[in-house]
């Protein structure tokens, strides 16, 4: 159902991150949840629902070029990507933020500090791998921030 790749990552740390990237998130839901406040709580929360809905979005808005691996099919710059070249991960990290408070120990946060790692880590094979098959791509990326609108 989707277009074939015209650029793959190619390499074991292309793979393994984005493997990490996406599960990493497990190691935090094992761990023993904390009690908070109210207050935390609902903050956690909504983050958790927020973070899953804009990355639902985001992996609509890219339909059949949505992929784990660092593949490029289509350059799609609609939706959240007007604004934001990688808005799935930065939907990915705010859910992750949320359970983090929820399970928050030295581990959650360092499960948090990987996941975060490797996720850069994709983000840079993706822009290689698209900057390849797409010449336009550097224009894009002048036009547009990375994972935060006027920060990153």
Same mark, same amino acid.
């Given at each position: 159902?989707?277009?074939?790749?015209q650029?793959?990552a190619k390499?074991?740390?292309?793979?393994?991150?984005a493997?990490?990237g996406?599960?990493?998130?497990v190691?935090?839901v094992i761990l023993p949840?904390?009690?908070?406040s109210?207050?935390?709580?609902l903050t956690?929360?909504l983050?958790?629902?927020i973070?899953?809905?804009?990355?639902?979005y985001?992996?609509?808005?890219?339909?059949?070029?949505?992929?784990?691996m660092?593949?490029?099919?289509?350059?799609?710059?609609?939706?959240?990507?007007?604004?934001?070249?990688?808005?799935?991960?930065?939907g990915e990290?705010?859910?992750?933020?949320?359970?983090?408070?929820?399970?928050?120990?030295?581990?959650a946060v360092l499960i948090l500090?990987l996941?975060?790692?490797c996720?850069?880590?994709?983000i *840079? *094979?993706?822009?290689r791998v698209?900057?390849?098959?797409?010449?336009?791509?550097r224009?894009?990326m002048a036009?547009?921030?990375?994972l935060?609108?006027y920060?990153?």
């Amino acid at each position: 159902f989707r277009d074939k790749p015209q650029a793959k990552a190619k390499g074991l740390m292309p793979c393994a991150a984005a493997i990490a990237g996406m599960y990493l998130i497990v190691g935090i839901v094992i761990l023993p949840p904390v009690e908070l406040s109210n207050q935390l709580y609902l903050t956690s929360t909504l983050l958790v629902v927020i973070g899953t809905l804009f990355a639902l979005y985001s992996a609509l808005n890219l339909g059949q070029s949505l992929s784990m691996m660092s593949e490029a099919r289509r350059l799609v710059v609609r939706g959240p990507y007007a604004m934001i070249r990688h808005p799935l991960y930065l939907g990915e990290a705010i859910v992750l933020v949320g359970l983090t408070l929820q399970f928050f120990s030295l581990s959650a946060v360092l499960i948090l500090m990987l996941q975060c790692a490797c996720q850069v880590i994709r983000i *840079n *094979n993706e822009e290689r791998v698209l900057l390849k098959a797409f010449p336009q791509y550097r224009n894009y990326m002048a036009q547009t921030a990375r994972l935060i609108p006027y920060i990153y």
